[in-house]
């Protein structure tokens, strides 16, 4: 049986008018819809086809990255787990990238809903004031890691509509 990603949930516009944490959480949730969007529908094969030479870059590659990022700053920063990346290490820096020909979508997808949901659960338990001691840029708010993985998705996601157009030819915001 072959592997195609299911379809995408619906995807909600962030709030016109609201608050600043209301706005900025449904700003996220939005680009992680449009993320969704992007990889719906695709077979595996599709998922694991590179962008151009020399980037090793693919939409399942962009799964496992964001997967990483997700837990990375809301776990283990924003929470203060002891978490390490699944995709990538210090000695494979690249691995969320260039690991993928064998990587299982399926179970790569289900990684990133589910860091999704534990960042919401973290998210849910912080103000935006709170902060955490990060090892490379030191004390950050749970306000700029808000705004920067909404920066994250929207970037990647400009990524991901240039390799679905390669792929199928689909584009769409």
């Given at each position: 049986?072959?592997?195609?990603?299911?379809?995408?949930?619906?995807?909600?516009?962030?709030?016109?008018?609201?608050?600043?944490?209301?706005t900025l959480e449904g700003f996220l949730d939005y680009h992680r819809a449009t993320f969704a969007r992007k990889v719906e529908g695709l077979t595996a094969e599709q998922l694991r086809l590179r962008s151009v030479e020399p980037s090793s870059m693919s939409l399942l590659g962009m799964v496992r990255h964001l997967a990483d990022v997700e837990r990375g700053w809301w776990q283990g920063g924003v929470a203060g787990e002891d978490v390490a990346p699944r995709y990538w290490s210090e000695a494979d820096p690249d691995g969320d990238f260039d690991d993928v020909d064998d990587a299982d979508p399926a179970v790569d997808l289900a990684e990133l809903a589910t860091q999704q949901d534990l960042a919401r659960a973290v998210l849910?338990?912080?103000?935006?004031?709170?902060?955490?001691?990060?090892?490379?840029?030191?004390?950050?708010?749970?306000?700029?890691?808000?705004?920067?993985?909404?920066?994250?998705?929207?970037?990647?996601?400009?990524?991901?509509?240039?390799?679905?157009?390669?792929?199928?030819?689909?584009?769409?915001?």
């Open positions: 049986m072959t592997f195609t990603v299911p379809a995408a949930p619906e995807r909600e516009e962030a709030p016109y008018v609201g608050d600043e944490r209301a849910a338990a912080h103000s935006l004031d709170d902060t955490f001691e990060h090892s490379r840029q030191g004390t950050t708010s749970v306000r700029w890691v808000l705004v920067h993985l909404v920066e994250e998705y929207a970037r990647h996601n400009g990524h991901a509509d240039l390799l679905r157009e390669r792929i199928d030819g689909a584009t769409g915001e």
